[in-house]
Structure formats: C-alpha cells, structure tokens
C-alpha cells in the first residue's frame, strides 16, 4: 500500500464490531472469499478495509453475506457530520 492509500483500514474484532457481527463471521467471510485481508509490510496483524466490506455486502446481498446493523426494509444510513469542540463549548 503506497502512503497515499486512503483506507479505512481495521482489526478483525474492531471490523466486527463496526458492522456488529461476531470476529468469526468476519474470519468466515475471509475463508468464503468475499473479502480481502492485508497486511502492513507482510507483517503485523490482519487488516480489512471497511469499504471492501461495504462493496461486498451492496454486490452480494444479505443472503450471502449479512451485516449485524438491523434497519428494516426501508431503514437507511444517513452521514452526519461530527464537529470537535472543546469541553467549554467554545
């Protein structure tokens, strides 16, 4: 990866946790190819991309691949936009 790669770069449990399902569901979708892994210079832990995994869900949909995130049939995700401002609110 060259240092101009702007991934969302994360463990296995910290990606488990983002999409809320359990680390083994993630490790299953691994070892069924539906995702890719990497590593920083073929060492260290296992990383995913977290839009890799958005991409896998949108193109193989929930029957082969679901996330923990239940929003209903017409539920949707809508960004936000956080704004950092100190404890004094100023």
Do not use: C
């Not at 399902?21 to 539906?34: I, Q």
């Not at 890799?52 to 929003?71: I, N, Q």
Request: no cysteine.
């Amino acid at each position: 990866m060259s240092t101009d790669d702007h991934r969302r770069l994360f463990e296995t449990v910290d990606l488990a946790r983002e999409v809320q399902v359990h680390p083994a569901t993630v490790e299953n979708w691994l070892g069924r190819g539906y995702i890719r892994a990497y590593r920083v210079n073929g060492t260290g832990p296992i990383l995913f991309d977290l839009d890799e995994v958005e991409r896998a869900f949108s193109m193989l949909g929930p029957k082969k691949m679901r996330d923990g995130r239940r929003r209903g049939a017409k539920g949707r995700v809508v960004p936000i936009a956080v704004v950092a401002t100190d404890r004094a609110g100023k």
